[in-house]
């Protein structure tokens, strides 16, 4: 079975910082996907970024990256000139390759954007 | 069009009642997967339907749980026999399935308080 972990519940950052998400994760398959999706709290889960583990490349979304390092099963999220509006809970994701199959989410990590 | 919607909003029900929850997917979605949001807990797999294969009921909590998929759209989570420990946020989420993995939407959640 799979297992995602986010070791930080919760972190800060001050307006325009930047601020990394952690989240590690266990599993005996070499193909899968990695997500981290955003939930503010209007509960809406919105997907920041995905991640195949077959490209090397770390995927961009704007002003988040991820620092996907295979070998040591890391996937975290790198938000850059962080926006009141990215306070929220950030969960981080797996997925198995072979078709569409259940997510296995992390506990999650608070983060609060400080003005 | 439309994202993911989910019916009610939020749910107050005395223990021992049953409940329904209900998602409507995205339009020509045919992937549709139920999770549970426990404080503390993340989220959780609770059922899964693909296209018109038997539902993948493995994250079922309990015999009291059981979920439907009308017409291939439309979905019910029933839980019968509300339980405290059934409070949750309850998120429906459906994909595209193209034979790749592809993003899952997510609605807004049913909050269910059983008292």
């Known amino acids: 079975a799979q297992t995602v972990t986010q070791s930080q519940p919760e972190m800060s950052v001050q307006e325009a910082e930047t601020v990394t998400l952690s989240c590690t994760y266990d599993?005996?398959?070499?193909?899968?996907?990695l997500f981290w999706y955003k939930q503010p709290p209007s509960r809406q889960m919105i997907l920041v970024i995905r991640q195949e583990a077959y490209k090397q490349q770390n995927a961009t979304e704007n002003r988040f990256s991820v620092n996907f390092q295979k070998a040591a099963k890391s996937f975290s999220l790198k938000i850059s000139d962080s926006q009141l509006g990215d306070t929220a809970m950030y969960f981080c994701?797996?997925?198995?390759?072979?078709?569409?199959?259940?997510?296995?989410f992390g506990k999650g990590t608070r983060l609060s954007v400080i003005a | 069009g439309a994202g993911v919607s989910q019916s009610p909003s939020n749910k107050v029900t005395e223990k021992g009642k049953d409940v329904e929850l209900r998602c409507d997917p995205i339009?020509?979605?045919?992937?549709l997967y139920w999770y549970r949001q426990s404080l503390g807990q993340g989220l959780e797999f609770l059922i899964y339907?693909?296209?018109?294969?038997?539902?993948?009921k493995s994250g079922l909590p309990s015999d009291r749980f059981s979920a439907e998929r009308t017409g291939g759209s439309v979905s019910t989570l029933t839980i019968q026999r509300t339980q405290q420990e059934d409070s949750a946020v309850y998120l429906c989420a459906s994909s595209l399935q193209l034979g790749l993995p592809d993003t899952q939407y997510f609605g807004p959640g049913t909050r269910l308080t059983v008292l």
């Open positions: 339009s020509g979605h045919t992937a």
């Open positions: 994701a797996f997925m198995k390759s072979g078709g569409n199959t259940p997510l296995v």
């Open positions: 599993t005996s398959e070499n193909n899968y996907y």
């Open positions: 339907f693909q296209g018109n294969s038997a539902p993948d």
